[in-house]
């Protein structure tokens, strides 16, 4: 099995089930089982787990008559309540309906199964007290791609990501929506239509489900997967950018970075090393002693973003990796113990932190494409042939301030802010649900970003000729070239950007590497 920072376009997997259980999973594993669906099975070990958990719980509540929370209590704030023995189920049944308040946009359906794997994964490791049943639905969930429909908004990042949580546990009992063969379905036809009787809940059932912090995991790690792609795109357009604007490649020199040597600024720079490498546009002799920050300091910027990447890899692995749940059963010492390992503070914090790294790579980005069509180094004002009658990529550049702008007011953190709720109960939470979607609205506006200085760029290449780039740059332009023509005269340019952002986020997918490790 990969380990858990080995690459994705690594990954080479069998057509034989997926084995959930018996090891911890990477994340790399994780996102291609939510872009490329395939059967997961859960392990011999993972099913004994299971069972020894489930067995352990009925014992206690056969022997006992000790209050356990959310087992034979209220939730929150209605903790103190006693539930009967006759009211358990209902009990469970109640929490899940009764919680399933999302609002706002609907979760994307390679994000919901992220959701259900971890969800079933986090069940799976035998501190959670289900049946195997309920582990097994969530997985056929995942398998036939019947996805829930999940919201956006509902989660406080402590308790769990409870509304999302309940929109995700909704089905296993007959309720809510589903995204099902094409369909928005009620999940009653759903599970008709495959044969499945809904659930019954058993006790601790329900809490299990809403109890975790799977809906912030999910965002996190796939804006993590996909951010290590935008960060080795990022690396690639701005080298193109150096030899188009004529920039000099003395910062991009190991000795500079041998005696400051943050890892990050050490890789950032040995790939633009490797994508300038004998570029005849280097060769060019040049009048100029130093360049503008944001091409001299890539390797430090970019660097800096790398280096916090690393970090956010370590806390989500951990994280997918751990139990959540509340409260966890230890078989093995008898215990059942109440704590707070599904209050969300790290990856609120991780989440926040990853915004702002990958908001730095977007804005930086536009900088060089200010930079490439300012009229200087020999290059035309906005980079057209014929300026003054045309425009040329005047207002892309104004397209980039914009997103730009709204990325810095997307990097508020949201791990500052707390807000007390369950009637004082749940005092401090940890705002991790949102911190965690605003980071896929960070990213997407960073393929923008680095999408228009691509294009940019590539203008600016053009008006250069019969000089050339590096021979492995100039056949990812020919590449693009397909795609997308020079500009000659103003045509409509909104194609034009939306085809750059395309190319460079399927340019990341084959660039992606195992370079960013914890």
Known sequence: MPQPNQSLMSLTYADQDFILGDQPLSLDQLADLAEHPRPIALSDAARARIQRSHAFLQSQLERTDKAFYGINTGFGALCQVRISPAELQQLQHNLVVSHACGAGAEVPPHIVRLMLILKAWNLAQGYSGVREVLVMRLLDMYRYDLLPVVYEQGSLGASGDLAPLAHLALPLIGQGQVLFRGQ????????????????????????????????????????????????????????????????????????????????????????????????????????????????????????????????????????????????????????????????????????????????????????????????????????????????????????????????????????????????????????????????????????????????????????????????????????FREKVPPIKDDRLLQPDLQAARDFCRKAGKELATDAIVT
């Open 184 to 479: 928005r379905l009620e999940a009653s036809q759903a599970l008709q239509a495959l044969g499945w009787h809904p659930l019954s809940l058993a006790p601790k059932e329900g809490l299990a489900l809403l109890n975790g912090t799977q809906f912030s995991q999910a965002y996190g790690l796939w804006c993590l997967v996909e951010g290590k792609r935008l960060w080795e795109v990022a690396l690639l357009t701005a080298a193109l950018a150096t030899d188009a604007f004529y920039c000099l490649a003395t910062p991009f020199d190991e000795r500079l970075h041998r005696i400051r040597p943050h890892r990050g600024q050490i890789e950032a720079a040995a790939r633009l090393r490797k994508w300038l490498q004998n570029s005849p546009l280097q060769a060019q002799p040049k009048e100029q002693v130093q360049d503008p920050y944001a091409f001299r300091c890539m390797p430090q910027v970019a660097g800096a973003s790398y280096d916090a990447l690393s970090y956010v890899d370590g806390v989500l692995h951990t994280e997918v990796n751990g139990v959540t749940d509340n409260p966890s059963l230890f078989a093995d010492s008898g215990a059942i113990l109440s704590g707070g390992n599904f209050h969300a503070q790290p990856l609120a914090l991780a989440s926040d932190f990853l915004s702002i790294a990958l908001a730095e790579l977007g804005s930086i980005s536009e900088r060089r494409t200010f930079q490439l069509l300012s009229g200087q180094r020999g290059l035309p004002p906005f980079l057209s042939p014929r300026p003054g009658i045309n425009s040329g990529l005047m207002i892309p550049q104004y397209t980039a301030a914009s997103i730009v702008s709204q990325n810095k007011q997307l990097c508020t953190p949201a791990s500052v802010d707390t807000i007390v709720s369950s009637n004082g109960q749940e005092d401090h939470v940890s705002m991790a649900a949102n911190a965690a979607t605003k980071v896929l609205r960070v990213l997407d506006n960073c393929w923008q970003l680095i999408g228009i200085e691509w294009l940019t760029a590539c203008q600016a290449l053009y008006l250069r000729r019969p000089l050339r780039s590096s021979p492995q740059l100039e056949a990812w332009v020919a590449r």
